[in-house]
């Protein structure tokens, strides 16, 4: 069965930092896997993501103070959020990708939300 299950989000000041932790099953977690958020009223982004071989890809909105990894071993990755600013609230979701490469599933998503 395919699931993605986030955690690890919460309230912050601004500067704060959070990490957040995405578990998957064995079955997809060999696969390149991302982080997306989405902020009420605006689209969907993507805000880091992983491959399998561990090369990694960020927005440029948090380069330099989010930094994704993934324990292989214990099917999790992370994203580690430093610096956090309040145009980071959103809610944070985990996605894994097919074998072809194109993001197809999806977690129900961890708030973050980011004070001033």
């Known amino acids: 069965q395919v699931q993605l299950v986030e955690s690890g989000g919460g309230l912050v000041q601004a500067g704060g930092s959070l990490r957040l932790s995405c578990s998957a099953s064995g079955s997809i977690f060999s696969r390149k896997m991302g982080w997306y958020r989405r902020a009420p009223g605006k689209q969907r982004e993507l805000v880091a993501e992983i491959t399998s071989g561990g090369n990694t890809n960020y927005a440029d909105s948090v380069k330099g103070r989010f930094t994704v990894s993934r324990e292989n071993d214990k099917s999790t990755v992370y994203l580690q959020m430093k610096i956090l600013k309040p145009e980071d609230t959103a809610v944070y979701y985990c996605?894994?990708?097919?074998?072809?490469?194109?993001?197809?599933?999806w977690g129900r998503g961890t708030q973050v939300t980011v004070s001033s």
């Open positions: 996605a894994a990708s097919t074998p072809g490469g194109t993001t197809a599933y």
